[in-house]
């Protein structure tokens, strides 16, 4: 079966404290793992789209790198703006769905 | 540059009545999206649409309809409203399939008592 599994679930920092969020996935046939952010009564936004592994992308404080089995999602010295839910998805050979994982809530503290 | 329009943002329904979510994209996509967010278990798909004229059921179909209406609209329809519909809806359109970005409304929050 198909599956994304997010992980921690929720993960506290110190503002400068750098981490790491993991995305796990089962699914046949990666055509793209994909990293959204959420912030509280908005809908997600776009930040990145990995293709193969062994590829990185950054973004500011954010670098996202991607293997066979899984993401990641670094935060380098973060700040409290960059407190928000971070989502992965992936999608699949020949299908139109995306496979979204629960999330990983993340409060950066001052 | 509007985006992905969804409305209502907010609703409560009383159980057993019938409500039609709306969603409209203005960027020319041809893929568009419906789903539910609930705590603790992400976002799931209840429908899609690959291009206009076409639907399918995502994970969790039931108790749902859909219409796509012309290449730039597509709504949900909940025919009768149960509490376990209570949830957040969002909407997501992308130019295609495979490895294109969705782009998500900002989300109808949807009460059923």
Not at chain 1, 19 to 30: H, I, M, Q
Request: aromatic share 10%; proline share 4%.
């Amino acid at each position: 079966e198909d599956q994304v599994t997010q992980s921690p679930e929720a993960l506290r920092l110190q503002e400068g404290e750098s981490s790491s969020l993991n995305c796990s996935y089962t699914v046949s046939g990666l055509r793209g793992l994909f990293w959204y952010r959420q912030d509280p009564g908005k809908g997600p936004e776009f930040l990145f789209t990995l293709y193969s592994a062994g590829e990185e992308k950054e973004k500011e404080r954010l670098k996202a790198t991607l293997t066979k089995k899984e993401s990641f999602l670094h935060i380098t010295a973060p700040k409290p703006e960059d407190s928000a839910t971070y989502l992965c998805a992936v999608g699949m050979d020949s299908s139109y769905k995306l496979i979204f994982g629960s999330g990983t809530r993340l409060l950066v503290r001052p | 540059n509007a985006g992905v329009t969804q409305t209502p943002k907010f609703q409560v329904l009383k159980t057993g009545q019938s409500m039609t979510l709306q969603c409209a994209q203005d960027m020319n996509h041809n893929s568009m999206y419906w789903y539910r967010q609930d705590p603790g278990m992400g976002l799931r798909l209840i429908y899609y649409s690959a291009s206009e004229g076409t639907t399918d059921k995502g994970e969790v179909p039931n108790g749902y309809n859909v219409s796509r209406l012309n290449k730039r609209e597509f709504s949900l329809r909940l025919e009768s409203a149960a509490p376990s519909q209570t949830s957040v809806y969002f909407c997501a359109s992308r130019r295609a399939g495979g490895f294109e970005k969705l782009f998500f409304g900002s989300g109808t929050q949807l009460s059923v008592l």
